[in-house]
């Protein structure tokens, strides 16, 4: 069976000549192409850094986070396995730590928002430390605020990261700043 690759090549790219010649329906490539490649065809594409690798990982990656659980997915299978909790809480936190090590901000962003959440029902969560100050110090205001939430309820004095969130907080300017506070008002 056939199953087609989707690869993005720039022209003058190490993979652009490879993929000219394997695309004959495309003879010219513009600035920039999607090329469909069979997987025999596309294994011949040099290098796992080309453009067209890296293209790979990004589709394969969209794909894997359009079956993600979001948070309201989360409190839904809550709700619906009240007989075996703790044991789909087990396997959600097993997903929630793969979405961690994506590298995508976004999908961490919506794996702090269910930690977020196990954390109000109970569960520990302060194994996430780090990778909520990630999300912490994301340029969107949403991940931000998102991140801010989980550093204020799993943090205390004794978490690892602490000097890492404070030098955090005053470089994006005072916590206030981030919460739309007057600064004048608030001591960091």
């Known amino acids: 069976m056939f199953r087609p690759s989707?690869?993005?090549v720039r022209t003058g790219g190490r993979g652009s000549s490879v993929a000219q010649r394997l695309c004959p329906a495309c003879p010219r490539l513009g600035r920039s192409s999607l090329v469909l490649l069979s997987?025999?065809?596309a294994s011949?594409?040099?290098g796992t850094n080309t453009p067209a690798a890296m293209?790979?990982?990004i589709v394969k990656g969209s794909l894997d986070r359009?079956?993600?659980k979001n948070l309201q997915d989360l409190v839904r299978g809550i709700r619906n396995?009240?007989?075996d909790e703790s044991k789909y809480?087990?396997?959600?936190i097993d997903e929630v730590k793969q979405e961690l090590k994506q590298d995508n901000i976004a999908v961490k962003a919506n794996a702090i928002a269910?930690?977020?959440y196990l954390q109000m029902l109970g569960y520990d969560i302060g194994w996430a430390a780090f990778n909520t100050i990630e999300v912490m110090s994301s340029p969107k205001f949403a991940h931000k605020r998102t991140g801010y939430l989980a550093a204020a309820q799993s943090f205390h004095e004794g978490t690892d990261v602490l000097m890492l969130t404070t030098n955090l907080i005053r470089k994006v300017g005072g916590a206030c700043s981030v919460f739309s506070y007057p600064i004048g008002g608030c001591r960091v």
Do not use: G, T
Not at 89 to 92: D, G, K, M
């Open 6 to 8: 989707i690869y993005y």
């Open 39 to 41: 997987p025999r065809d």
């Open 44 to 46: 011949l594409v040099p």
């Open 55 to 57: 293209a790979l990982r």
């Open 66 to 68: 359009m079956f993600d």
């Open 81 to 83: 396995h009240k007989d």
């Open 89 to 92: 809480v087990a396997q959600c």
């Open 114 to 116: 269910k930690l977020n």
